[in-house]
């Protein structure tokens, strides 16, 4: 009795193709790419708004704040940490800047630019002083990251509280939202020119120069690193006080949006970063994360809340929306590093 053995099967072939296929996708782009088609599909059948052009440009305006403050947290994550501060040093920038501006245009009422470059300085001091304690206590007490970050924010909220005793600081001069908020530039909108700035520093910074290979050795092994002679301690704090920086900025930005330095600003953005840069493809266990995936990260993060605002999804539910996205992109990440370590 003979077995008839079929020499070619075009629809095993087919399938096999396509799950490679799907497979490469999933190994180079993690698990963003799958989260972001269903995430279109399901707000476009729930909403005939969510695919208008108006609604997309709004979209990609909304994102700006968080692209920029996910990409100082991709900075702690790839130095092997994380930051759970980010959301209080956007806060705290607004404040201190917002309260400076106030107090320095009643004694130079003339000079506007003046009051609005020493207003931003005074915030981006407070949010690099937040970053240099973090990376302080990290590198140099050893701390661990979790601990430090969520002590600062707890410090840095009850500051920014006492400062504004919870009420928003305004009266803060009109040119700072006409550029910085609502200003636009070659046809492109400030806050838009700032992200895309800070991106193309990160670019040169993380793949041109010895500091970003140097932060990627870290993550991966600091212990590797240290006996090849990189100095740890310095990259870390560096990785936090940029984090920090980048996050002022954001608050900056914020500030100039909504014309008042606010205590309550940049509440979501801890879990909201943590979530886009993981979807993004960071690794939690540090040394790995590319910049353009964090950047859609982020926008996808924008994309589920604008698709769920124009649902009519409660606020309440799209917290637990996000805590069900970050730990399905946690557990694909594990799945994706156990099939990269195979290859």
């Known amino acids: 009795m003979s077995s008839i053995v079929p020499e070619n099967n075009p629809s095993s072939a087919h399938k096999s193709s396509a799950r490679d296929w799907i497979m490469k996708i999933f190994l180079h782009w993690g698990v963003m790419p799958f989260l972001l088609v269903i995430a279109v599909v399901t707000f476009s059948l729930m909403s005939s708004r969510f695919l208008t052009t108006d609604n997309l440009i709004n979209l990609f305006r909304q994102s700006v704040y968080l692209v920029l403050v996910s990409l100082g947290q991709m900075l702690a994550l790839i130095s092997g940490g994380f930051d759970l501060s980010v959301g209080t040093i956007v806060a705290v920038s607004s404040v201190v800047s917002a309260l400076t501006m ?8 003339d000079a506007i630019w003046l009051v609005i470059t020493l207003g931003c300085l005074a915030g981006l001091g ?41 009420v928003p600081v305004s ?3 009109d040119t700072l939202g006409d550029v910085f908020g609502f200003g636009v530039l070659l046809g492109v909108p400030v806050p838009i020119l700032m992200m895309l700035l800070i991106l193309a520093l990160m670019f ?23 006996l090849s002679g990189i100095r740890v301690k310095p990259v870390l704090i560096s990785a936090y ?6 996050a002022g900025v954001s608050g900056l930005l914020l ?17 909201e970063s943590i979530a886009a840069c993981v979807i993004g493809g960071v690794s939690l ?16 993060i924008g994309l ?27 557990v694909f990440d594990r799945i994706r590093q156990k099939r990269l370590y195979r290859l």
């Open 255 to 271: 500030t100039a949006r909504t014309a008042s330095g606010d205590a309550n600003l940049g509440g979501s953005m801890a879990l």
């Open 204 to 226: 040169v910074l993380l793949n041109y120069s010895a500091w970003g290979r140097h932060l990627y050795a870290v993550g991966s092994n600091p212990k590797a690193a240290l």
């Open 102 to 109: 106030g107090a320095l245009a009643l004694s130079f009422p």
């Open 304 to 330: 589920v809340q604008n698709g769920m605002n124009l649902a009519q999804i409660g606020s309440y539910l799209q917290i637990v929306v996000l805590g069900v996205l970050l730990i399905i992109a946690v």
């Open 285 to 300: 266990r540090g040394g790995i994360g590319r910049l353009e995936n964090v950047v859609l990260g982020a926008i996808f």
């Open 126 to 166: 407070a949010a690099m002083l937040i970053g240099m304690v973090n990376g302080a206590g990290v590198a140099v007490f050893g701390v661990s990251p979790f601990i430090m970050t969520l002590g600062m924010q707890s410090i840095g909220f009850g500051i920014a509280l006492f400062l504004t005793a919870g």
């Open 241 to 246: 006080v940029l984090c920090a920086l980048i």
């Open 171 to 173: 009266n803060l001069p």
